[in-house]
């Protein structure tokens, strides 16, 4: 199961009542803490942020914010960086704000509102969700707002928003269209191909835009020159291309390359090998060659972690790439002239919110590493350069922080939540190594009411060390009923804190919520997930070839027994698919 949206907001809310009140009614002579726990209403109330996005030039930046169902962008400028409400959906009424992105000269805005783009299936008939039932047809749009100042505008019903200076790109059934800024004249379909486009990315100069047309079994990667009306198809395949970035001079595309769908069958029971390449193509002509090619071995398969290789083309002439070459989900940069891939990330950790620094000489990232040992089950902010130099903490501590954003004078924009505060944006100032925080939608949040988990380890039946986080509130010696959490996903990590993504956040105030009334809470991070390693997320003997996962559930809910604060005869379980 993947996340579910924000935008499901009244419908989980919903579901979390009922679970709670099922397992409150099943849990009967809980000891209650001696003061009275928040509200499930309240507990669930918590800020969640969304989509941090920052201008490539000066110290703009843009996030977006759901409260109670109700997303709000917003924006904020250095040195004061003052929030400023730019729109907002002012009802819980199910419609996402996605797809936030900054103009290259950080004057302009563009989201998208509508739609379910985590949902678990596509869209049926082409429908977006109408949980509010509203009478009026929800569809997406796409909005945009100057960042000076002024009302939003919807410039077009769409998609998947890429800005020019002075262009609006953007897919709608399954094609890419075009809209002035100004909105003087009507949207206008770019171009007729054969596919389903998306992956829109402009060059430098804003002349030209690349993008993504899926065929099914295979995909293409095409670059449409504005001037000359014209698709260049660059070195096209039966294989799978995708994740276009542009050379800083326009001339080049480097894009990631698999092999096509189809052949004979995967075997069901064990794990195949799945091969792939980066590709660089000389736009005016399409052609090219492979740069870079994966081991032919388990650990060099493409990235099933969420995120994928995360592609970026960097100064002096340098591609960086994530790859699990080393069992770990870590950085690498190659030469576009070829070579070896240099590792720029070595350790037992994964790494993910990859973004390049304003210089571009850098990256930074988020990893699930630091001085601590329960690092392990957090996330911190670090910042590594092609020198060859080891990469440097931005953040350390027990919080977690997460969608770094890189701003032009070397400061860096991001999320930061800890145990028991929810998802606030701040700025960590690089000169002193201060955070200031930016929102304050955390002010209001009963955060007293929470507890810090605890990180725990017990082992499985067949050796395997697994991880939770373990949430015990007060409540007298009495011994107490216990709930497992299992995560769902399955390639999720769950932390000693808010989570990341939406869904998550929403399951972590449950658990507090449960703890809050004296249960303890146990979530299990159980194989298949993320965090530990590639032979954690692919065991030997899972899903249908030995449902190794399940021996991870069962070692929780054995160590539960055995402490002393829980009753063995009364654990009960809930959670994702």
Not at 62 to 74: A, D, F, I, Y
Not at 528 to 534: A, E, S, V
Request: glycine share 12%; hydrophobic share 45%; proline share 7%.
């Amino acid at each position: 199961m993947s996340g579910l949206g924000a935008g499901e907001g009244g419908k989980v809310m919903k579901q979390m009542r009922v679970a709670l009140a099922a397992i409150t009614a099943v849990a009967c002579n809980v000891a209650m803490p001696a003061t009275a726990a928040p509200t499930l209403d309240a507990m669930l109330s918590y800020p969640f942020v969304d989509e941090l996005v920052a201008a490539d030039s000066g110290t703009r930046i843009g996030w977006l914010t759901t409260v109670k169902g109700v997303r709000t962008v917003w924006i904020a400028a250095g040195p004061a960086f003052t929030p400023r409400r730019v729109a907002s959906t002012n009802a819980d009424d199910g419609q996402e704000l996605t797809g936030l992105t900054f103009s290259p000269d950080g004057d302009r805005m563009a989201w998208v509102r509508g739609g379910a783009h985590d949902a678990n299936w596509p869209a049926e008939g082409g429908l977006q969700p109408n949980p509010a039932n509203a009478t009026e047809q929800p569809k997406l749009e796409v909005w945009t707002a100057l960042v000076a100042g002024g009302a939003a505008v919807k410039l077009a019903e769409g998609d998947k928003p890429a800005l020019s200076a002075t262009r609006l790109a953007y897919v709608a059934d399954g094609a890419v269209w075009l809209a002035p800024l100004d909105g003087k004249a009507k949207p206008a379909k770019l171009f007729f191909d054969r596919g389903k486009d998306g992956d829109l990315a402009w060059s430098p100069d804003g002349t030209r835009l690349a993008f993504t047309s899926h065929r099914g079994d295979h995909a293409f990667i095409g670059v449409y020159t504005i001037v000359a009306k014209s698709v260049t198809w660059l070195m096209p395949s039966t294989g799978q291309d995708g994740d276009p970035v542009w050379s800083p001079d326009g001339t080049r595309l480097a894009f990631v390359h698999q092999p096509g769908d189809g052949g004979a069958p995967e075997p069901m029971l064990t794990e195949t090998i799945h091969p792939w390449s980066i590709r660089v193509a000389d736009v005016a002509t399409g052609t090219g060659r492979d740069v870079w090619h994966s081991p032919n071995t388990m650990n060099g398969s493409f990235p099933e972690v969420p995120g994928g290789p995360f592609l970026r083309w960097l100064a002096g002439d340098t591609l960086t790439f994530r790859a699990e070459m080393d069992g770990w989900a870590h950085l690498y940069a190659v030469p576009v002239a070829g070579g070896e891939a240099k590792l720029l990330t070595p350790g037992n950790f994964i790494v993910e919110n990859v973004r390049p620094t304003v210089d571009r000489h850098g990256l930074l990232y988020t990893a699930n590493t630091g001085t601590d040992a329960s690092d392990d089950d957090r996330r911190h902010v670090f910042r590594v350069g092609l020198d060859g130099s080891a990469p440097v903490a931005i953040t350390t501590g027990t919080g977690l922080e997460f969608l770094p954003a890189p701003l032009a004078n070397g400061d860096v924009a991001m999320v930061t939540v800890t145990a028991k505060v929810p998802a606030a944006v701040a700025v960590a100032t690089m000169q002193n190594g201060h955070i200031e925080p930016v929102d304050h939608a955390v002010d209001a949040y009963p955060a007293d009411g929470l507890v810090v988990p605890q990180r725990v380890t017990f082992t499985a039946a067949d050796g395997t060390l697994v991880h939770g986080q373990l949430f015990v509130a007060p409540g007298g010696a009495a011994k107490k009923p216990v709930v497992i959490f299992v995560h769902g996903g399955p390639p999720r990590q769950m932390l000693l804190g808010w989570s990341y993504m939406d869904y998550y956040a929403n399951a972590y105030a449950v658990n507090q919520a449960l703890a809050a009334r004296g249960f303890v809470v146990l979530s299990v991070n159980y194989r298949l997930g993320i965090g530990y390693g590639r032979a954690f997320q692919h065991p030997a003997k899972a899903g249908p070839a030995g449902a190794a996962e399940y021996q991870d559930v069962v070692a929780g809910a054995k160590y539960l027994q055995a402490l002393p604060a829980v009753d063995p005869a009364r654990i009960g379980i809930w959670g994702g698919s």
